[in-house]
């Protein structure tokens, strides 16, 4: 069982930034796919940022892309999200994801990960 607690979040102006971490209990196998999700207030989660151990490689979703980063120093250490030029439209609950990879090392689709965090609040206003 992993554990997962996110920290970080705030109220910024647009144009801000932000540094999110998530701390996992345990780093294990179930630890190599670590994601960030987020929803907004009447809106479906969407995956923001993906980052596998494994392979050595990060996702990011298009709304983010240039803007966010993704990081992790090594397998059993926390996970980052640093966020620039945040937008109103960043404006979101975070949540810290994590899984084992699947077919190919590759980690799972869509929002299909085993463990969740309770979510960290990201607020930025105009």
């Known amino acids: 069982q992993v554990e997962l607690v996110e920290s970080g979040g705030g109220s910024v102006q647009a144009g801000g930034s932000l540094r999110l971490s998530c701390e996992a209990s345990t780093y294990t196998r179930d630890t190599y796919c670590m994601a960030w999700f987020r929803q907004a207030e009447g809106k479906k989660r969407e995956r923001v940022a993906l980052i596998n151990s494994g392979l050595g490689t990060t996702e990011y979703a298009d709304s983010v892309k240039g803007r966010f980063t993704i990081s992790q120093d090594n397998r059993k250490s926390p996970m980052y999200l640093q966020m620039n030029n945040l937008k109103p439209d960043d404006t979101a609950i975070y949540y810290c994801?994590?899984?084992?990879?699947?077919?190919?090392?590759?980690?799972?689709?869509?929002?299909?990960?085993?463990?969740w965090g309770k979510g960290t609040q990201v607020t930025v206003s105009s």
């Open positions: 994801a994590a899984a084992s990879p699947v077919v190919l090392r590759r980690c799972p689709l869509g929002d299909d990960f085993t463990y």
